[in-house]
């Protein structure tokens, strides 16, 4: 396994396209970056920036988000990156609330909207 950190990139379906605009502008530091991501939103992100390699899960609603938390758990993730949407019902809210609760108890970087994630890309090196 590479020695790079890692950070896990995810995105609400209505926060995907904003998700790969993002890490078009900073696909050179991403690429400083082990990447992991659900498997939809890493789709996205790799058409966007083909440069980028990165690690495919399952999708959040079947189990991508309780993966990246097991990830966290075990500290090979360490920093996430997760454009949600606010306004729209998800069947998995579960694990979504079980992922951010995981990245708090780990007190990993926690980005939840565009805002931050600027600030975090910018602060956080690998
Ligand atoms: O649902 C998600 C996060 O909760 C994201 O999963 P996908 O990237 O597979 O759409």
Known sequence: MS????VALIAHDEKKAD??????VH???LAQWR???????GGRVQEAC????????KSGPL????QIGAMIATGEVEMLIFFVDPLTAMPHDVDVKAL???ATVYDIPMALNRATAEQL???NHP
């Open 63 to 66: 189990g991508g988000d309780q």
């Open 3 to 6: 020695s790079r950190k890692c």
């Open 121 to 123: 890309i910018d602060f």
């Open 27 to 29: 696909e050179h530091v």
């Open 35 to 41: 990447i992991v991501a659900t498997g939809t939103t």
């Open 50 to 57: 083909p440069s980028l390699d990165i690690t495919r899960l």
């Open 100 to 102: 951010m609760r995981l």
């Open 19 to 24: 998700l790969a605009a993002f890490a078009k």
